[in-house]
């Protein structure tokens, strides 16, 4: 494939060492003395550090950067390529893309943000491979090929510019990638997608991720960064989860706070609910009176006589149960999908696989299973037994860590110290029963459960206590009803936001000029939008009030498509100063201006006018919602004002109807209810056409 009438070059690889730590990086030292916006930054970012592969030439409006780095320090002899991390950048031109509008700045709040001219696509894929490589997939078979193969060798078929291009906008949209974060021009971005190891990342933790991300972010100058917390842990919704047991979402820990959340919820309630539901007394859930005891008593039993301290509420019961969680993953962690090494020996490097552990278990299920009754069987005997299956190392391994495995038939091996002579043993027990035979084994804190028996009860538990769709029948109706309600907000609330405060900015120590301009258009009409965010300038110290319209002008037209003919015209409050006057002299210690300008002549740029789209709609629900929130919704066929559906009665799992009417519309008609026509179904409905991020509620894994 020839480039611009030139045959495509490879790049010159890189020696590992050479290359930028993704645990580091970018480091404090690397951003600029002087405060610069991001729309500087990130120019100066991608030149400094990042390479352009020949293939992004042929689309201008999609230009792909590239950053490969290391992951922590490489070892002598390692395979270096599994501990290699690209980061792509996509360059994403608005006023030619396929999707001009921005779902995420809808549902956050940002939808009166004029158009930014650039989107900033910050992604790692989860295959280890790169968007601007030379490698893609055949779009009718999937075979890879080098970007200089026009047919694919299995098929035939010969790749076009519009294959690449429909891939490339493929992978804006895949859910599957370990880090996806877009920045508009203007600095405020979204956080898409943060995949950890348990989403498919082999190196990568989802705390590696964030802690990047959260750097990046600081070194472009980001204002600020949404995030729609629909995030899974243990096939679990982790932002309940993690809202119990630590009092705020997850993305909390890098500063991302509660900014709104669906059907009109404010912080208060968000905070309210946190606390009743963690604070909900356990033997809430646990008085049954004379009734047998149940599963729920007998595992909340169970963790207590674990627990070194008395477990007294939800909270209390949560955190214990992800603290063992925690330790075992951290004990088991040795041992992977493919091989475990163990510490050096005299002898060399011992390798287990996965396989040759399972087997070893499996043949230690089948001696306890032809142990009669409920006798245990000691270390010594159980070893003896099966000694010709395996080395003695990986016995003593897999002995170590078969107290909690989980056997066939719902059968689980319980582990205890003999209360006469100390040593090991072991038995297998039905699920249930074990989790009472062991409560009162003075030893057994010394053999707590697999992390597989671990996330099972958590999962149960959270079931049972937490999920107000599953939760079991307990106590007064007043309190399970509180807990019920108290679940479904913190399961509404999903966008959470974090300020990086790029308003607070220093005056470059006297050697610049560092003003916030906010926007003011004279004769403003209904194609150009309210006033956007402000913009930072910034300018040398003897810089003039010219200098400063000159540049600001420059500002919101590099910013906004809307303002592309826009013209400065005069600072407020600064009536009849001359243009020669300098800036330092007459504003002080000010750092923020308002400037007025027009935008010259009929540009016809109408559908960049705002974030939300060019079609006019009206939400104003029963819940108090007055924009839209993400959540699914429908229109009056009367009065066309959009509602949520859940607050119009319609569960989230029914089927919209053909035709609806609002209470307001009944009441002046006199009419019932009939069937209307779903938001989330009908995108156009609601303002957008070719929205970018269009799975807005798309599940992921932090972890």
Not at 95 to 119: E, L
Not at 142 to 170: A, M, N, P, Q
Not at 204 to 212: R, T, V, Y
Not at 418 to 438: C, K, M
Request: hydrophobic share 35%.
């Amino acid at each position: 494939m020839v480039v611009n009438g030139m045959p495509m070059k490879r790049m010159k690889r890189r020696v590992t060492a050479d290359l930028y730590d993704f645990l580091t990086f970018p480091s404090s030292a690397s951003g600029s003395s002087v405060s610069t916006p991001f729309r500087v930054n990130v120019r100066s970012f991608l030149t400094k550090h990042a390479l352009m592969p020949p293939p992004s030439s042929l689309f201008p409006h999609l230009m792909t950067w590239q950053i490969l780095f290391r992951v922590g320090d490489a070892t002598e002899g390692s395979d270096s390529s599994s501990a290699m991390v690209f980061l792509d950048v996509v360059e994403e031109d608005v006023a030619r893309s396929r999707s001009i509008y921005c779902d995420q700045c809808r549902v956050v709040g940002w939808s009166g943000h004029p158009v930014c001219s650039k989107r900033y696509h910050f992604i790692i894929k989860a295959d280890g491979n790169s968007i601007g490589g030379y490698h893609k997939p055949c779009v009718r078979c999937g075979d890879i090929l080098h970007f200089s193969e026009l047919r694919c060798k299995s098929c035939s078929h010969v790749t076009t510019t519009d294959d690449v291009e429909d891939w490339v906008y493929h992978q804006l949209e895949d859910t599957t990638h370990l880090l996806h974060g877009v920045i508009h021009s203007n600095g405020y971005g979204h956080l898409l997608r943060v995949n950890g190891r348990e989403g498919g990342s082999r190196v990568l933790s989802g705390f590696h991720i964030m802690d990047f991300w959260d750097r990046l972010c600081k070194t472009l100058a980001v204002r600020k960064v949404s995030v729609m917390d629909v995030s899974k842990k243990f096939g679990l919704e982790y932002r309940l989860l993690h809202a119990i047991t630590k009092g705020r979402s997850w993305y909390g820990d890098w500063g991302y706070e509660f900014v709104a959340g669906s059907f009109a919820l404010t912080f208060d309630a968000y905070k309210s609910a946190v606390e009743t539901l963690s604070s909900l007394p356990l033997p809430s859930f646990l008085q049954q009176g004379l009734r047998p005891c149940t599963r729920l008593q007998d595992i909340n039993s169970f963790y207590q006589s674990l627990s070194k301290c008395e477990l007294v509420n939800i909270k209390d019961l949560f955190c214990f149960l992800m603290s063992l969680i925690h330790d075992a993953h951290k004990s088991s962690s040795r041992v992977g999908d493919a091989t475990w090494k163990k510490p050096r020996t005299s002898s060399g490097v011992l390798s287990w696989s996965g396989a040759d552990v399972g087997r070893v278990e499996e043949a230690m299920f089948r001696v306890l299973r032809a142990v009669s009754g409920s006798n245990w069987v000691s270390y010594r005997a159980l070893r003896g037994a099966v000694c010709r299956v395996a080395p003695p190392q990986l016995l003593d391994h897999c002995l170590m860590e078969l107290g909690g495995k989980m056997a066939a038939e719902r059968m689980v091996v319980n582990a205890r110290h003999n209360p006469d002579s100390g040593a090991l043993e072991y038995r297998l027990d039905p699920q249930d029963i074990s989790i009472t035979t062991t409560c009162n084994d003075s030893c057994v804190a010394n053999c707590p459960p697999s992390e597989e028996v671990l996330k099972q009860d958590l999962k149960f538990l959270y079931e049972s206590m937490l999920h107000p769709q599953t939760m079991l029948s307990y106590g007064p109706d007043l309190t399970r009803n509180l807990a019920i309600s108290s679940a479904e907000k913190l399961l509404d609330c999903k966008q959470f936001v974090k300020d990086y405060k790029y308003e607070k900015l220093s005056s470059g120590n006297g050697v610049m000029v560092c003003l916030s301009c906010q926007l003011e258009l004279v004769d403003q009409s209904e194609e150009i939008a309210p006033d956007p965010p402000p913009e930072l300038v910034v300018l040398p110290v003897n810089a003039t009030v010219s200098d400063l319209k000159i540049e600001a002008s420059k500002a919101f037209q590099q910013v906004y498509l809307a303002f592309r003919r826009f013209q400065a015209e005069e600072l407020l409050g600064y009536g009849g100063v001359e243009d020669s006057n300098q800036v330092k002299l007459l504003l002080g210690s000010t750092e923020s201006v308002r400037v007025r300008g027009r935008c010259l002549g009929k540009n016809g740029l109408n559908k960049f006018r705002v974030e939300r789209g060019i079609e006019r709609w009206t939400v104003d629900c029963i819940c108090g919602a007055k924009d839209d929130d993400g959540e699914r919704m429908l229109a009056c066929d009367v009065c066309g004002v959009w509602q949520h559906t859940r607050c119009s009665g319609i569960n989230d799992s029914d089927a919209v109807p053909a035709k609806f009417v609002c209470y307001r519309c009944r009441e002046s008609l006199q009419m019932t209810p009939i069937v209307g026509q779903c938001k989330n179904e009908t995108i156009s409905s609601v303002g957008s056409n070719g929205n970018f991020g269009k799975s807005l509620t798309t599940p992921y894994d932090v972890r």
